[in-house]
């Protein structure tokens, strides 16, 4: 959370800087990844008691107000980017403003949410999925799931049906392009791409990244398309979405109790990758506490993935930009982000971390309820 607070106070605006990276530093601030960041500052405000953390989080909603299109949508990207507006990023920032909402009870975040949220299911295609002009490198992607769950919260608190129908919209063309052992295909950023010679050149030397970063499927992609089915499917009542989203939680939780969680991995749920998407990892301990009730094999992934988080996160160094800070990649030079440090990567560890001490609290409630003395 520390380090949450260094890249909030980077620039004078109030949003979260985008990531650190060694070799250009801080970006700009990130509009999606504020968006979803602010419900982690209210729960932690709420674990620790420090009202400084609300107000923060409040900054962090006043600043999105600003840069909302008036047409309800957000544009992707970092702040000074190549902007357009971006179904994915429009969706997380669903959750900052429904939060918000809750904390403060003041309308205005509200009539902010309900506004993107209007335009999400007008830019909605009839079979359920959004058009590539709208999203990451102009493709339909399955991981849009996590924009139906905020969808669904959206319509339970404005009592607006259309928010809710287009969520289940969006759940069925997840589910088509589902397999049986719940991989979720078009998950990756550019599942249609072909990366010539010098297509390839191009990516490694202006994105500083390998062609196959975005052509195949990480785990943090990977994991907002199980996560998103799971949580929908908890809000629609929807059997089919949970046990799809429950069997690529149970795939890839055997690979984490056996130590051998990849960053990437293709149809099958096979490893694509030696090094590790810790975003993904920190996903995917959420996804499998959620699964608690299922088996004390998801906890146990949990356990294994939280265990990696903790061994990973820079907590020797003193400077602000790297003390509490959780990499792309273990090791720093893998695949997904490598030498980078993103913001989202320390948001959901946080909140693993947090849920992770809400379970331990849970349980031992539990226990001591269920002990008496003789």
């Known amino acids: 959370m520390a380090w949450l607070c260094v890249a909030q106070d980077r620039d004078a605006d109030a949003g979260v800087a985008g990531s650190y990276t060694l070799l250009k530093g801080w970006t700009k601030s990130y509009p999606e990844t504020t968006g979803y960041i602010i419900p982690t500052f209210l729960a932690y405000a709420r674990y620790s008691e420090r009202e400084e953390f609300v107000e923060r989080g409040i900054r962090m909603a006043d600043w999105l107000l600003s840069v909302q299109s008036p047409d309800g949508s957000f544009g992707g990207g970092v702040v000074g980017g190549k902007a357009w507006a971006s179904v994915f990023d429009t969706g997380q920032i669903l959750f900052g403003l429904l939060e918000t909402h809750r904390a403060t009870a003041s309308s205005v975040y509200l009539d902010a949410a309900i506004s993107a949220g209007k335009w999400l299911v007008a830019a909605q295609d009839g079979d359920g999925s959004w058009p590539g002009r709208y999203d990451f490198m102009g493709r339909r992607h399955a991981y849009n799931a996590r924009v139906a769950w905020p969808l669904l919260l959206l319509g339970d608190v404005s009592g607006e049906g259309l928010f809710t129908a287009a969520a289940a919209r969006h759940v ?31 990516t490694i030397l202006r994105d500083r990244n390998v062609p196959s970063f975005y052509t195949t499927a990480s785990l943090h992609t990977l994991a907002y398309a199980l996560e998103g089915l799971l949580e929908s499917a908890r809000l629609l009542g929807h059997r089919e979405a949970f046990d799809s989203a429950q069997k690529g939680a149970a795939a890839l939780a055997q ?25 993904g990892a920190a996903q995917m301990a959420l996804v499998w506490m ?22 990973s996160q820079r907590l020797r160094d003193r400077p602000d930009w790297l003390f509490g800070a959780v990499a792309g990649s273990k ?4 695949r997904y982000l490598p030498f980078r440090y993103p913001n989202w990567a320390v948001k959901f560890t946080a909140d693993a971390y947090l849920a992770r001490l809400e379970l331990a609290s849970v349980r031992r409630r539990q226990h001591l309820s269920r002990w008496s003395p003789t």
């Not at 397999?179 to 791409?193: C, E, K, N, Q, T």
């Not at 690979?255 to 975003?279: D, E, K, N, Q, V």
Request: hydrophobic fraction near 35%.
């Open 331 to 334: 090791p720093l030079y893998g």
């Open 290 to 311: 959620r699964l608690q009730e299922e088996g004390d094999q998801f906890v146990e992934a949990a356990d294994r993935a939280i265990g990696v988080l903790l061994d």
């Open 255 to 279: 690979h984490a109790r056996t130590g051998l969680l990849a960053g990437f991995y293709g149809p099958g749920w096979t490893p694509l990758s030696r090094s590790l998407c810790l975003t």
């Open 172 to 202: 069925s063309w997840v589910l088509e392009h589902t397999h049986p052992d719940g991989f979720v295909d078009r998950s990756a950023f550019d599942p249609d791409g072909t990366y010539g010679f010098r297509r390839s050149i191009t």
